[in-house]
């Protein structure tokens, strides 16, 4: 019942190393220990055992994107990198928000905003292609992914624009 907030805006693609714990019950925020990196406007999703991945962001600049992910234990309350995974076999999930979804096998089903979709399997720190859109690169910001049942991701919209939508089983 709480909510984990990481990385934070400083001024346009520059990320703060911030976690925080914002408890609803008693309307609290706790600071817990930072990322490694900033991370502007980093992808977070949580794990099936409620460890927290996160991936992407910008730390210091446009440039400078953060492309080695992180998980946050609920255990011990402490980030673990992933270095193996810097950059997803060829690039495929480093761009700004990459859409990042559960799926049934409990790994990470990666399906944009890039064309290339795949798995990341957080046990081993590997990433496995699965196939390409047929749209294409839906651009970071103008594009939405949803994960609306078990196994199934709607994508829609893009930047540039497109009258497409797809269906990801």
Partial sequence: GKVLVN???????????ATQIFDPQTSKWERKKDMAWGRWDPSTVTLPNGDIFTMSGANSSESDLNYTPEIWSVATGTWRKLPELRDCSGGSCTLMYPWLHIAPNGKIFVSGANQATGYIDTSNAAWTAVDDTTAGFRGAYMATSVS??????????GLPATNSAEIID
Wanted: charged fraction near 20%; aromatic fraction near 14%; proline fraction near 5%.
């Fill in 7 to 17: 990385g934070g805006h400083i001024r346009n693609f520059v990320g703060q190393k």
């Fill in 148 to 157: 609306y049942e078990p196994g199934k991701v709607f994508i829609t919209g």
